[in-house]
């Protein structure tokens, strides 16, 4: 079964390089070039700083990009254009071909950031700060967060068009952003609407938890336990969202 | 652009295999209604008790009107639509189960490949699919290519590659692992008339292997040079399956010749039941012969009367006739040809 | 190249070189247009929602607004009524922002005059960063340079030196503000800190003067000099007339 799943998601992955999705990183070099050298001059002392939060906060909003301009659409692409009957009727199941699919754009977002990693770090160490590990923390919880919407993008794009996926997912991104502030408005107003406020809390991932990004710039430190919390509430999410995808993926008429 | 049976040895994988059975392929009472609207409603039927029995070696032909149910009937048998009843086995396993397409080749109806594959690649990554490992890939690959005729275009991107080119690519991915039961929809679409040919060779090469072939069309002519048996299906529903190696004997031809003089052996000749005069002119008669036997009786009277034979063609044979005639009335079995004096 | 071809691209040039011109003209003047832009700017408590998770990006951007509009205040664009809200929307986007606290405070005490006012936005912001020396320097400087309160500044500057990071010149700045301040034997001991702990060869013989100026004064010897900054001015800068 993995090999099928392993050559699938080969084939997304392949599909990628070969989309040249990884101009993106040229880009974010761009921002990075733009943040050191135009933005310097006018920090007054909070160079290091603004370096930093946009090298983060450009690795994260590119990978967003990608997971809404590739993940929504990559099953309904393959449906509408039919590249996927010729897959199915081999002897492959449609829970392989979604996980290899949902791997090929893991292995995609992975090499991505990796890339970008190296050069936000030559960014930063061009600035007066300190680089530490928890930068690398700070990166490791992006890719997280971007896996968690990456396997609910493959849930949207079985369930509705790429526009509509997109959507959808870009929904869940800011929901899961804002479920804190959601929650303590239900709390304060009370009665149903604090219990609904309260099943939405429980019912959608809370991004907020791959957030570390601000308290990295500032040099504090990250425990391994949270990272560890991080990641196992990071993978049961994307474990939900992939089941739901192959539950509603399986009844599809192709 | 001919078509070259391959020299390679073609090693059959290690797949399991279940041989209890001779049909290749049964499908039972198939029911398919689609949902349409806002709502969601059950429309007409695009599949309505559709029911045959494949067996193995043979080609098989579903031949039908655009919206006939052809790709319907072919997409349930390989898992891709959910039929709302029916049963459907491919060589005795039941078709849901993933298992039973490991010896299954399928073409659609004008496939599309990713753009930025090569030939190659795309075939290398369905034998991984097949679960084929890398000494078998390669093998599969140059063997596949070969019998399609793109061994020389292996490492152009499916991109670049004419309608032609990915119909033959296409075919060769169904060819891939020497399937037992090639499926294929409409595989000659749009192709021309050398695609045509090579692909009619394939199914031919294919039948002489044992490979049983299911194919859809709604071109005659292409049904009738290469298929057993073929399944006739207008809206949905099964009209009859027609053995064509019986009706090729019974072929129909319409011949153009001088008229003849009264008692001269042609006019003789014309008093054969075989043979019909649908068309007097003063000149010129059309006669429409019964069978290959009937016009070579007509052929010889003709030149023994001194009678110039001006044209002879096929007339479609009964395959056409019933087909068209099936369309339009309800009395579909008898052809109908019409005498003008 | 033919006519046509010829007459598309004139156009595309023309409207290239025109539409700047055309959108500058339907903008007002850049004084009252980011006037009106600061009027109309989000709170940091809805920026910080609406950011999504990207609030310290965004407390950089407004921070170069606040930058921005500090500079335009300096050309004799603006006064500086808007201020206190960019800086208090870069602290709710960004607490851990300590450049904003520390340059907001000296805004306060330079242009506005007002010393109390400084002091509030230090404190909201050792608040938010109990850890950090630099906001406990700021306070001992402000109290030291501005209301020259010596003791209450050399208490804030001997906080700023216990801290992770600070350095030699918390301890410094605490032992001359004990001085000023009348307390003789706290600067001595401060001065002696130093003199112990400092790595650099400088400090320690300005600590080893200091000591012995210290223990004179102590004796009741006279001065004959301080040796360290000098005391502030009773100037303050007033608050500039806005055009």
């Known amino acids: ?254 | 652009m001919r078509y070259r049976s391959s020299k390679l040895v073609m090693k059959k994988p290690e797949l399991a295999r279940n041989e209890s059975t001779a049909a290749a392929l049964v499908v039972a009472d198939l029911q398919k209604s689609f949902r349409q609207g806002f709502l969601g409603r059950r429309g007409k039927p695009a599949v309505d008790g559709l029911g045959f029995t494949v067996q193995r070696g043979e080609i098989f032909a579903l031949l039908g009107h655009n919206g006939a149910g052809k790709t319907t009937t072919l997409k349930s048998i390989l898992g891709l639509v959910h039929p709302d009843e029916g049963s459907i086995t491919i060589g005795g396993l039941d078709a849901r189960d993933p298992r039973s397409r490991a010896h299954v080749g399928y073409l659609p109806e004008s496939p599309y490949f990713h753009e930025n594959l090569t030939c190659a690649e795309l075939l290398d990554f369905y034998s991984r699919l097949l679960g084929l490992d890398r000494a078998q890939r390669r093998e599969q690959r140059q063997i596949c290519l070969e019998m399609v005729d793109m061994q020389d275009h292996a490492d152009r991107r499916l991109g670049q590659c004419s309608k032609g080119m990915r119909q033959r690519i296409g075919l060769a991915q169904a060819l891939l692992g020497q399937p037992e039961l090639l499926i294929l929809d409409e595989p000659q679409s749009g192709l021309d008339p050398l695609g045509r040919r090579l692909v009619r060779e394939i199914l031919l090469e294919q039948k002489r292997r044992g490979t049983t072939v299911v194919f859809s069309s709604h071109i005659v002519p292409d049904v009738e040079m290469v298929a057993d048996r073929v399944a006739m299906i207008r809206h949905g529903k099964l009209d009859e399956i027609k053995d064509l190696r019986e009706a090729a004997t019974k072929r129909l031809f319409s011949a153009t010749v001088s008229a003849p003089d009264e008692g001269s052996p042609l006019d003789v000749a014309l008093k054969n039941p075989g043979l019909t005069v649908t068309h007097r002119r003063p000149e010129r008669w059309t006669v429409m012969a019964a069978d290959p036997a009937s016009l070579a009786e007509l052929l010889t009277a003709c030149t023994a009367s001194g009678c110039a034979v001006h044209d002879v063609q096929t007339a479609g044979g009964d395959l056409e006739s019933e087909f068209l005639v099936g369309l339009e009335t309800a009395s579909p079995m008898t052809p109908k040809v019409e005498v003008v004096s | 190249m033919n006519v046509g071809s010829l007459a598309r691209v004139v156009v595309v040039v023309g409207l290239l070189a025109v539409l700047p011109l055309v959108a500058s003209s339907v903008r007002s003047d850049e004084a009252d247009s980011s006037r009106d832009e600061r009027l109309y700017y989000p709170s940091g408590d809805f920026l910080r929602q609406a950011t999504l998770g990207f609030h310290a990006p965004a407390a950089d951007y407004v921070w170069l607004q606040a930058t921005q509009y500090y500079g335009g205040y300096h050309r004799g664009e603006h006064d500086l009524r808007y201020f206190d809200h960019l800086v208090d929307a870069v602290a709710t986007l960004d607490p851990g922002f300590v450049e904003a606290y520390h340059f907001a405070s000296l805004v306060h005490c330079i242009d506005h005059g007002d010393f109390d006012r400084a002091l509030n936005v230090l404190q909201r912001g050792i608040l938010a960063n109990p850890s950090n020396w630099r906001l406990h320097f700021d306070m001992g400087f402000v109290n030291y340079v501005f209301k020259r309160d010596f003791a209450v500044a050399s208490q804030w500057f001997a906080t700023a030196a216990e801290m992770d990071g600070s350095t030699d010149f918390c301890r410094r700045f605490a032992a001359f503000a004990s001085r000023r301040a009348g307390d003789l034997e706290g600067s001595l001991l401060l001065w002696d800190n130093l003199y112990q702990t400092t790595d650099s060869a400088d400090m320690r013989a300005l600590a080893e003067k200091m000591i012995e100026r210290c223990q004179e004064t102590l004796s009741g010897a006279p001065q004959d000099g301080l040796i360290g900054p000098p005391a502030p001015s009773n100037k303050t800068t007033k608050l500039k007339e806005s055009s």
């Open chain 1, 1 to 254: 079964m993995m090999n099928r799943v392993f050559a699938v998601a080969g084939g997304t992955f392949r599909e990628s390089v070969r989309d040249r999705l990884f101009y993106l990183v040229g880009f974010f070099g761009i921002i990075l070039v733009g943040a050191t050298m135009v933005l310097s001059p006018l920090t007054v002392g909070a160079q290091a700083k603004i370096v930093a939060d946009v090298g983060l906060a450009a690795m994260a909003l590119l990978g967003l990009l990608v997971v809404l301009l590739v993940g929504a659409n990559m099953v309904r692409k393959e449906m509408e254009r039919r590249t996927i009957t010729t897959i199915l009727t081999k002897p492959v199941g449609r829970g392989e071909y979604l996980l290899g699919k949902y791997l090929g754009l893991t292995v995609t977002l992975v090499c991505m950031l990796a890339l970008m990693g190296v050069l936000y770090v030559v960014a930063v160490l061009l600035t007066p700060a300190t680089l530490a590990w928890s930068h690398l923390g700070a990166i490791y919880l992006i890719l997280l967060e971007l896996l968690v919407l990456t396997a609910a993008a493959v849930l949207f794009s079985t369930l509705a068009g790429p526009a509509l996926a997109a959507v959808l997912s870009l929904s869940l991104f800011v929901i899961g952003h804002l479920l804190d502030s959601l929650r303590d408005f239900g709390a304060l107003a009370g009665g149903v609407r604090k219990a609904v406020a309260e099943v939405v809390f429980r019912l959608l991932p809370n991004l907020e938890v791959f957030n570390i990004r601000a308290e990295v710039v500032h040099g504090d430190p990250v425990s391994a336990g949270h990272l560890g919390m991080a990641t196992v509430y990071g993978v049961a999410w994307v474990i939900v969202f992939l089941l739901l995808a192959r539950a509603v993926f399986a009844r599809k008429e192709l």
